[in-house]
């Protein structure tokens, strides 16, 4: 079986190979699912900017997927030497879990770890047939909505949060009618999808729905690449700011030896040339008066934004296990009536 | 029962193709025409419909779209990675339902079905559990953490997690194909070339590897395709790291995620290629036991 | 191996020591040891809330979902699927050979670019799913509305059952290749008619490969999650599937509650694979030759 052999080489050879460069060093960004064009054009900016200073080339790895579930990843062990997620409760979860990052994480980086934001707005169809404004909209007689599981998926817990904080003002502090309300926006869901791009493609491939709840950079995003012609971009009266926070892991970065490079990495998403760039991929930055491009930052509607450390939210410790634990607010709504 | 003699394998010496005009055990041509027609109807719409549907995405864009689709760095990473994974999954799982279905197919003991059960189980665990599993095992939290620590051996987020993986939901596909077989054809073939002095491997490898050959290719095809088409359990235990570890089922999606519907379809249709080697490996085998059957006046069946 | 002998019918034929030994320590290593790390992580909720769990109406329902749907989408592919391994086996037609390379084709697309083409087809605005609409040309059939297919439950029994095609036509196949033509010839001689020649000679000898390929169509179908969630609408107590819950579960950081759910569904399938098995081995026992 020479042939046998020699394929069996082959492979020892090619996992052979594939092993230094995996020991390079690099640094590895574990983040979340819209990220990725963000991410790779600040990867080659940060790259150039690190060699400028007379450093050796950094190469960045990325991985993407489900906030909640790269969160997982990075606890069972995979070296991250930063994460990038979208939910501060993801973090917190990292730091509960291992002894990587410390719990006071969010004081590290300004502006509580958050070098851009985001906020919901709505998506819907050419001419906006169903008339669509506001939050008290979408539930009315007919009106489809399109939002992912706010159970998988990082970002539609700001979709589900949004919509809180406007019945939480239509409502003056009601929370039953509030509950009500959120429940209501539920119940006209259609397909409850399990990630934000999955929503997207439901609404825009399938033409399922009147209205698609999404990150405003989803949404610009979506315009962008998936017919500008088709559909427009509508901002509530009010809606979430959406802070999608970012750390070092401090266990791994000591272990491999790259926290210079990572701290600088982090650092570098607060500089003109950081918040620059993420205004160009549509999130709003952090510091938006050293954005080099302030044209950029036209393309941002204005809007009320309630934060989630807002009286009525609590803050994610007390948001995450109220609204989205196992039997939390959110599980209440899909209950069969008695 | 009558039906005791139906599979002697040894008294199939004359029988010739199924497919040859042969009135008594064929249909009328309406009859054939009719079950023709349901059973391409029925591939229509579960099988060929949607493959149309991925080609028509992929090729969307034209075919220059597509082909730089498929040379782009990563995608090419991540299909050097999928024919690594399955090129050892596959060659375990080979042996593994050698050994199974000779135990259990060609042997009597107590607990046979309770054996076949196991073997089926991992076909039924979710695959996300699939990968979890491992991660739960060799994970910065697992059970066996202190065993890999002390190795030095990356088992998650690496290729051999993937690896385990793939195995996993991998490894009925050879033995229960070659099982319902070989319990067809019954232990007549392989007694007789024992009394004859033949050895265990001798037996094996020139009575009872012959008598099973297209449920064995079948076995391996099948165990193949899925080893690389495997996303849920793999996604687990990647680490989804771009250009690394990331199998091309993996890739496919972050394309769709991307928006890059045509180029994610693109990289699908070469899975979908396989058929061809399917196609390519039947006919081989085909032509080369054409000649055996010559010799020794075996039936292609 | 006098211990493995003991339980074992004496047989001629050599080898069974090692096949045997060989099958347990594989099947122990890659099956056993990983699902017995599961229970002991399931078992990390304690038989009060793993009580609670399995009486949960949303998880009772995602579970008679799952197994419904998987019982559908498996018996659908017993009948064409048998059908479909007749036609290879049995007939000639143009283009047979491409038809029969196609059949493994559901394991190899991952199941994500599966579940997103049969979206394509079978959503209200695809070839298929434009069909059954109200405005479709075959909608009248299934009264004002229509039939929708996907994002509700018959839209999981599609992704299901194309997503276990393969199992029972390859299953079939290589035993109807072996169907000896003699006998039916034989039977057809002592007057059969030919549907008595194939109910009466060759059904028996293909059933425990047509209930080989359900179990295993069953198996697959129960744990897929990749295919079914783009399909499925997944609105809670309506169309949610068992593995999504797991998923839900593993989002919560809860990997106790997760794993609960999986033995869970485990167990069943184990019972359920278990005695098809049995029921494989008594047909074999009454109709074949007792192995």
């Known amino acids: 079986m020479p042939r046998f052999r020699t394929l069996a080489l082959a492979l020892l050879v090619s996992v052979g190979a594939a092993m230094p460069a995996l020991a390079q060093q690099t640094l590895l960004n574990v983040s979340y699912d819209p990220t990725r064009e963000l991410y790779r054009d600040y990867n080659a900016a940060f790259s150039k900017h690190w060699q400028a200073e007379g450093h050796d080339a950094v190469a960045v790895q990325m991985s993407h997927g489900g906030s909640g579930a790269q969160a997982r990843t990075v606890i069972d062990g995979l070296d991250a030497d930063v994460v990038t997620l979208a939910l501060q409760a993801d973090i917190d979860a990292i730091a509960k879990a291992t002894t990587k990052i410390p719990a006071d994480w969010r004081a590290r980086l300004p502006h509580n770890s958050a070098p851009y934001a985001s906020t919901i707005v709505f998506l819907v169809r050419k001419d906006n047939p169903k008339g669509i404004k506001d939050w008290g909209d979408l539930v009315k007689d007919g009106v489809e909505v399109i939002t992912p599981n706010p159970k998988t998926s990082g970002g539609a817990r700001w979709n589900y949060l949004a919509a809180w904080a406007y019945a939480n003002k239509a409502f003056g502090n009601d929370e039953a009618k509030t509950k009500e309300f959120v429940g209501e926006i539920y119940r006209h869901v259609p397909v409850l999808d399990t990630g934000a791009r999955g929503s997207t493609t439901t609404f825009v491939q399938r033409g399922i729905g009147d209205v698609l709840l999404a990150w405003e950079n989803e949404a610009f995003l979506a315009i962008e690449e998936l017919g500008p012609d088709q559909f427009e971009i509508v901002v509530p009266s009010i809606s979430i700011l959406a802070e999608p926070p970012v750390a070092l892991v401090d266990g791994n970065v000591d272990a491999k030896g790259t926290r210079e490079v990572a701290e600088a990495y982090l650092n570098y998403l607060y500089s003109p040339e950081g918040q620059t760039i993420a205004a160009k991929h549509f999130y709003r930055p952090s510091e938006p008066e050293t954005v080099t491009d302030q044209a950029l930052l036209q393309r941002f509607p204005d809007v009320e934004l309630v934060s989630i450390d807002d009286a009525q939210f609590g803050g994610w410790e007390k948001a995450q296990p109220t609204h989205f634990a196992d039997g939390g607010v959110f599980d209440t709504i899909f209950k069969p009536a008695n | ?301 | 191996m006098t211990q493995a002998l003991a339980f074992k019918r004496p047989s001629v034929i050599p080898g069974f020591g090692i096949a045997f030994g060989f099958t347990l320590f594989y099947l122990g290593a890659i099956v056993l040891i990983p699902l017995a790390a599961l229970i002991l992580r399931a078992a990390g909720v304690g038989f009060a809330e793993f009580l609670t769990l399995a009486t949960d109406p949303r998880v009772t329902g995602a579970l008679k979902l799952s197994f419904g749907a998987s019982f559908a989408a498996a018996a659908i592919n017993v009948v064409f699927g048998f059908l479909v391994a007749w036609v290879l086996v049995r007939y000639d037609f143009p283009g047979r050979r491409l038809v029969d390379a196609a059949i493994d084709l559901p394991f190899a697309l991952p199941t994500a670019v599966a579940g997103i083409a049969l979206t394509t087809l079978y959503a209200p605005n695809g070839w298929i799913g434009s069909l059954f609409t109200a405005s479709g040309p075959l909608g009248f059939l299934f009264g004002e509305s229509g039939l929708k297919i996907a994002y509700t439950p018959l839209g999981i029994v599609v992704a299901l059952t194309f997503v276990s095609l393969p199992f029972v036509v390859r299953t079939v196949q290589p035993v109807l290749e072996e169907v000896d033509i003699e006998l039916e010839q034989a039977a057809a001689t002592l007057g059969a008619n030919r549907w008595q020649t194939i109910t009466r000679v060759v059904l028996p000898a293909i059933v425990p490969a047509l209930l080989t390929g359900f179990a295993l169509a069953l198996a697959r179908a129960v744990g897929e999650y990749g295919s079914v969630i783009f399909i499925a609408g997944n609105i809670p107590y309506v169309s949610e599937i068992a593995p999504l819950l797991i998923v839900i579960r593993l989002e919560e950081f809860n990997y106790a509650g997760a794993t609960a759910v999986a033995a869970m569904m485990l167990g069943i399938s184990f019972i359920m694979l278990l005695v098809i098995n049995l029921i494989q081995a008594w047909s074999r026992r009454r109709f074949g030759h007792g192995a």
């Open chain 2, 1 to 301: 029962m009558a039906l005791e003699a139906v599979h002697m394998p040894a008294a199939d010496a004359t029988s010739a193709s199924p497919r040859a005009p042969r009135p008594v055990t064929t249909e009328s041509p309406l009859v054939k025409w009719l079950l023709t027609a349901v059973a391409l109807a029925f591939l229509a719409f579960f099988l060929f419909l949607p493959l149309v549907a991925v080609f028509a995405e992929a090729f969307r864009n034209g075919l220059d779209a597509y082909f730089a689709a498929l040379v782009e760095p990563d995608a090419l990473a991540a299909i050097w990675l999928t024919l690594i994974v399955a090129a050892i999954s596959v060659p375990l799982n080979l042996v593994f339902g050698l050994a199974a279905a000779w135990a259990i197919a060609k042997h009597d003991f107590k607990g046979k079905s309770l054996l076949l059960t196991l073997i089926d189980l991992p076909f039924s665990v979710s695959p996300v559990i699939a990968g979890l599993v491992f991660v739960l095992l060799f994970g910065a939290q697992g059970y066996l953490q202190p065993l890999v620590a002390w190795t030095g051996i990356k088992i998650v987020f690496a290729i051999p997690g993937i690896v385990l993986a793939t195995v996993f939901v991998t490894l009925p596909f050879v033995a229960r194909e070659l099982i319902p077989l070989m319990q067809e054809q019954g232990t007549g073939d392989e007694e007789a070339a024992v009394s004859l002095g033949a050895n265990g491997w001798q037996t094996f490898w020139r009575v009872t590897l012959p008598n099973v050959k297209w449920a064995l290719l079948y076995g391996v095809l099948l165990c193949n395709a899925r080893a690389m088409g495997e996303f849920g359990a793999v996604s687990v235990i990647s680490g989804k790291i771009r250009g690394f570890t990331n199998t091309m089922p993996l890739q496919i999606e972050i394309l769709y995620n991307e928006y890059a519907f045509s180029a994610a379809f693109a990289v699908s249709t070469l899975l979908a290629g396989l058929a061809f080697v399917t196609l390519g490996i039947k006919a081989v085998l085909e032509a080369r036991y054409a000649g055996d059957i010559a010799a020794t006046g075996r039936g292609r069946h």
